[in-house]
């Protein structure tokens, strides 16, 4: 009776291969910060255009911003800055 013997790797198995290593070492690299750049550039005018579209709404002299009057146009105005 023959006992079949599984062959010996080559290589110990605590050695890592070189395609772990390079991901391990993508994964502990810096984060690159450009998207936020860019969503900050573009946040820009998006704000620059809600104040020129409300700037009257919320300059208004009519008992400010939170006076019953005029409550609901500045909450439609920040919910249309926030989203």
Do not use: I, K
Not at 33 to 51: D, E, I, K, M, R
Not at 53 to 77: I, V, Y
């Amino acid at each position: 009776m023959s006992l079949d013997v599984a062959p010996v790797r080559g290589r110990p198995a605590n050695e890592n291969d070189p395609g772990t290593s390079m991901m391990l070492a993508r994964l502990r690299r810096q984060p690159s910060y450009a998207p936020y750049f860019v969503a900050f550039f573009l946040l820009l005018p998006w704000v620059a255009g809600w104040f020129y579209a409300f700037s009257n709404t919320l300059m208004t002299a009519s008992g400010g911003l939170l006076s019953p009057a005029n409550l609901p146009a500045t909450m439609q105005a920040f919910a249309l800055l926030v989203l």
